[in-house]
């Protein structure tokens, strides 16, 4: 068994040990300097990693302004004690404010600079009406816990809308674009800076809603230890988001490109909307419980959440639907040739992580060609489904039998311990074909099948794929008879000799 340690940067560790320490001080008395000091800090460590993030050779020219307008985001932060010094200097009290707002709107410009994955409109309305259920979610999360009771309080006028609503409503709003971003999908190497960032952003919209809870409800202490910590947590995530992104995209990196399989590289984003519709209900049925009238709110508030659930429930279902025929042959149910890409991908990568083998079988029927020419389209439709049954009883889970088109068929077969089983499936494969009984006439099924299979962190999907092809031409030389050959060194083409 192979034992695999992670080795971690030495600015990350740097990171959390400042992270840590500026924690310990934050609840002592001097924790309102202490969160000063950790914004500079943070803000210097964001601002060298992003401007390190956006040098890095590979990058696009989106990328690359937009690492470049999150690092002017972090010089925002790095001055703003700077910043408040002149504000009050000429009269302005808000300072604190207006260097929050600069900062935030700062990190709004540089999200809608990310480049996301090319994609359909309908795809690009369901991410956005996405990131509007996230919005709508955290508003309400708003209302009930800081903008309601501040109202209540206050009254309404736009001084105690501002007063109340303008830290988390901005917060709110970078919280809407970092979901907009996830759920449009980022390049491989931006995607894991972008969940710091959406963390980062989360604890902010934390930290100030909590402020304006505390506000709206009377005189009760404001800059809380615990309010510090968000702040300086907040922060801490932010520059970490950062750190991440120089290590993927910085100088000696090549950055990737968006992702075309959104749904695939998504899997973690896709539930923020259920997850911000299941607070909304529990903040209702909280506030029905709270004020002890369950009669009627709290029943129709209960009954709303259930209808809900239901709903997104067969949503799920229905979505799971669609992507499973997107990636499943029509003629027979077997996996497509997207996901025998897909599939193959992960099973080379997997192996590479555990130590095993993988392997990959070409099939191609023989005469097949003459089952359509004599008994009709219609007949050679039959053998394919009865051949696509045959390869369901011959491969073990968790192997996959695909159709690539026509009559060709390949297998992936993952996680193997020994070589050897590929060559077991294999004859199994060709002991199992036998006549079928196709439109009244007795068919023969044959086919050549070759064998590819690949040591761990060996070969990609394409090589592997190329050997398993040149293992089935080999077997095809014995056509009509039912052949598989695994696949040889001398099978490659003899390079061409260079001329002097």
């Known amino acids: 068994m192979r034992l695999r340690t992670a080795r971690v940067p030495v600015a990350h560790l740097l990171l959390g040990l400042l992270y840590a320490v500026l924690l310990v001080l934050a609840t002592g008395s001097l924790r309102h300097n202490v969160a000063e000091l950790a914004r500079v800090l943070f803000g210097l460590i964001g601002l060298v990693a992003a401007g390190r993030a956006a040098r890095g050779p590979g990058l696009a020219t989106r990328g690359r302004r937009a690492w470049t307008a999150v690092a002017v ?8 004690p700077l910043l408040r010094l ?26 809608q600079m990310f480049p ?20 709508v979610g955290g508003s309400m999360v708003l209302w009930y816990t800081s903008f309601g009771p501040y109202v209540e309080r206050h009254g309404f006028s736009a001084t105690v809308v501002v007063s109340a609503a303008l830290y988390p409503m901005g917060d709110l709003a970078l919280l809407f674009s970092v979901a907009r971003v996830l759920l449009r999908g980022a390049g491989d190497a931006a995607r894991r800076p972008l969940r710091w960032l959406a963390a980062g952003a989360m604890v902010l919209f934390a930290g100030d809603a909590l402020h304006g809870h505390l506000d709206g409800h009377g005189p009760v202490q404001l800059h809380s230890p615990w309010q510090f910590i ?36 998504l899997r973690a984003a896709r539930f923020l909307p259920y997850a911000a519709v299941a607070v909304a209900h529990i903040l209702m049925l909280g506030a029905a419980v709270s004020e002890g009238t369950f009669f009627p709110w709290g029943g129709l508030a209960a009954g709303s959440a259930l209808l809900s659930a239901l709903v997104l429930w067969r949503q799920t279902l ?36 555990t130590g095993r083998h993988s392997a990959v079988l070409v099939i191609d029927m023989n005469g097949f060609k003459e089952i359509n020419d ?40 993952p996680d193997l311990d020994d070589p050897g089983r590929a060559y077991e499936v294999a004859g199994r494969i060709a002991a199992e074909l036998a006549p079928v009984v196709v439109a009244g006439r007795l068919v023969e099924m044959a086919a050549s099948i070759g064998v590819a299979v690949s040591g761990p962190g060996e070969l990609t999907h ?18 009509p008879q039912t052949r598989w050959a695994a696949w040889q060194e001398s099978m490659e083409p003899a390079a061409e000799p260079v001329a002097a």
Not at 73 to 80: E, Q
Not at 116 to 134: F, G, H, P
């Open 73 to 80: 985001s972090f010089a925002v932060l790095v001055t703003a």
């Open 86 to 111: 002149a504000l009050h200097r000429v009269g302005i009290e808000a300072a604190d404010d207006v260097t929050h707002v600069a900062f935030v709107l700062a990190l709004l410009v540089a999200l």
């Open 116 to 135: 996301a994955a090319r994609t359909t409109r309908r795809e690009r309305w369901k991410s956005a009406i996405d990131a509007l259920t996230v919005l």
């Open 230 to 265: 968000c702040w300086i947590t907040a922060d801490a995530l932010l520059a970490a988001g950062a750190l991440f992104a120089a290590d993927a995209l910085g100088p000696g990196r090549r950055a990737s490109r968006p992702s075309r399989d959104v749904r695939r590289h």
């Open 318 to 353: 229905v979505q799971r639907e669609s992507d499973e025929q997107a990636v499943t042959d029509h003629l027979t149910g077997l996996a497509n040739r997207s996901r025998f890409r897909a599939t193959d991908a992960r099973s080379l990568a997997r192996a590479a992580r």
């Open 374 to 413: 004599t008994l009709g389209h219609k007949a050679g439709d039959l053998v394919l489904i009865e051949f696509a049954a045959l390869l369901r009883r011959c491969v073990p889970g968790p192997g996959l039998p695909c159709r690539l088109g026509g009559d060709e068929f390949a297998v992936v077969l």
């Open 462 to 479: 394409d090589e592997i794929v190329h050997r398993a092809d040149l293992a089935m031409y080999r077997a095809k030389k014995h056509a």
